[in-house]
C-alpha cells in the first residue's frame, strides 16, 4: 500500500484530476454557450428553457473549479496529503460513472421548472 500512494503516483493522480477537471469545465461552459446561441433566436421556444438547461452547469461548474483549486494547491506543495488527491480522484470517478443521475438529481431544485 504504500508504494500504491507514494508521492509519485499521487502526483500523477493528481495531474489526472486536475485535467479531468478542467474538462468538465470546458465542457458544462461550451454547453452553456451553445444552448443559449441555439434557443435564443427560436421564436418556438420559450425564453427560460436556457436557464432550464443550463441550471445543472450552475453547480458543476463551481464544484469543479472547486476540485482545480484543491488539486493546484497540492500540486504546489512539497508533500502531497493522501487524503485530499484521494477524496477527489473518488468524487471524479463517482461523477464520470453517474453523472446522468447527478443531473437528474439537481433538475429535482431547477427553479425553471414551469
Known sequence: MKK????????VVTLLVLLYAALMIISNVITII???LDLRNNPLIPDYLISYMAFPSYFVIPFFGMIIYLMSLQLNS???????????FMVCAIYYFFWGDIHLFIHKFNPYVK
Open 4 to 11: 500504491l500512494l507514494s508521492q509519485k503516483n499521487l502526483r
Open 34 to 36: 451553445l444552448s443559449f
Open 78 to 88: 512539497k508533500h502531497l496529503n493522501n487524503s485530499i488527491v484521494i477524496g477527489c
